[in-house]
């Protein structure tokens, strides 16, 4: 009888239990909500960013959509913008490039109520991320351009690395033209020389490392009509056709990673991206690479282009609390640790300092060198008009390149149409 009565009592306990479960979990399904996000671009970052965004939604029981976004920041921006602009609530979270919170941030959450450990980013990311005391974006990883080298085929031909653009010229040429008896196409240097943001990032190292200004500056007076200016831009259209194939004129990132993985290049100029992946199991130069600070010109310094990427919410977004949570866990510390593995590094100042991050990673040091003279592209000097600015340098330095105009009368355009921009606000230095 006690028997049968405890039964029962157990069986009405597993009943109750049942059912409180079942409401617990009801509830949280009907408070879980859907956040969108755009990210990823070239290698694996997409890939990268659904597993972080899909930890989130497993451990907050929300769901998430990645959406995919063009490869080319220049059009990325340019979707972007419609989105934003329209107050869209299509899109909650924006991965936003290092140039864009001028261009960006009227449409953008201030995140300051929501974030309690500013402290730990870089001052100078979360600065670039402030605009009229609104911080609109959180740092997500830093980026700089790189030199990547065939070490197999210096140690063969007998040459350094390369310290000066006159080096790696010099260099270039001789591998090349010891390599063509095996592989017809083996060419010197690629990089980025498609008429896009990549190629502002290229044209703003050559400036810099030839210490020839970068184009406009805080006191906006454009400084790029000088002759170093001149000198550097001559310089690399001389590549064209003699160590850099004429296809460059159409790369982007990947293309010029395609090229070096496929053996046939001595030099590349990338992002640190670059370096998990020419590595990888499958790449004919696994193994094979070196990775460096680029060059300098023969009066300058090393330096790299400042790139990277934030996150940021959109003030049309219907679920602002749980887009800013997902910004929150994919910018934390284990997150970036878990990145960074990849080519994607922290813009947490802490992780710099902890040998478990850094020891085994060689892209440390290069990238540490070419920050210490880092190459700023001129965004927040321009603010708003920067994607005009970008757009000029580019589209007039591309037909340098291609020979359909010298580098003087380009930097002189270039000069005029940004003070015209301006409305005459800016002075030419
Ligand atoms: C990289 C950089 C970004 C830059 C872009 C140009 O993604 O991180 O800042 O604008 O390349 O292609």
Request: proline residues 4%; contains cysteine.
């Amino acid at each position: 009888m006690i028997d049968s009565r405890k039964a029962f009592l157990t069986a009405v306990r597993a009943f109750f239990l049942f059912l409180l479960s079942w409401s617990v979990l009801g509830l949280q399904s009907a408070l879980a909500v859907k956040v969108v996000i755009a990210c990823g671009a070239v290698g694996i970052e997409r890939q990268l960013c659904i597993e972080g965004a899909e930890r989130w939604a497993s451990q907050t029981g929300n769901e998430v959509d990645v959406i995919a976004t063009p490869e080319s920041s220049t059009e990325r921006l340019a979707m972007y913008q419609l989105l934003l602009r329209e107050r869209h609530d299509t899109v909650d979270v924006f991965q936003i490039d290092v140039i864009w919170p001028g261009l960006l941030h009227q449409w953008l959450l201030d995140l300051t109520p929501y974030i309690n450990d500013q402290d730990a980013f870089f001052p100078n990311l979360v600065a670039n991320n402030t605009i009229e005391d609104r911080l609109i974006a959180l740092p997500w990883y830093v980026d700089t351009g790189l030199l990547y080298y065939r070490q197999d085929l210096l140690q063969q031909y007998g040459h350094s690395v390369p310290e000066t653009w006159h080096d790696l010229e010099r260099i270039a040429l001789d591998v090349q033209n010891q390599q063509r008896s095996r592989s017809p196409d083996f060419w010197g240097y690629v990089w980025q020389g498609s008429d896009y943001e990549g190629l502002t990032c290229n044209i703003v190292e050559w400036l810099v490392s030839a210490d020839a200004g970068n184009v406009v500056n805080e006191n906006q007076e454009v400084t790029l009509n000088n002759q170093a200016a001149i000198g550097a831009l001559e310089q690399a259209a001389g590549w064209v056709g003699q160590i850099t194939p004429s296809e460059v004129l159409d790369y982007r990132e990947e293309d010029a990673r395609a090229h070096f993985e496929s053996g046939n290049a001595l030099f590349m100029r990338n992002w640190p991206y670059a370096w998990s992946l020419g590595n990888r199991e499958g790449s004919a130069v696994a193994g094979k690479i070196g990775v460096t600070v680029l060059p300098r010109g023969d009066n300058g310094q090393s330096t790299g282009a400042l790139g990277g990427w934030q996150l940021g919410v959109t003030q049309a977004t219907r679920h602002p609390d749980e887009a800013v949570d997902l910004i929150r866990f994919l910018t934390s510390e284990a997150e970036q640790r878990r990145r960074t593995e990849h080519g994607y590094l922290p813009t947490r100042s802490a992780l710099y300092e902890d040998p478990s991050v850094t020891g085994q990673n060689p892209l440390f040091e290069p990238v540490g060198r070419a920050l210490e003279n880092v190459a700023l592209r001129p965004s927040s000097a321009t603010d708003r008009l920067y994607k005009h600015v970008s757009r000029y340098l580019s589209q007039e330095t591309h037909d340098v390149l291609a020979g359909r105009k010298t580098a003087e009368a380009a930097v002189e355009s270039i000069t005029q149409r940004i003070v015209d921009k301006s409305l005459g606000r800016y002075s030419v230095q």
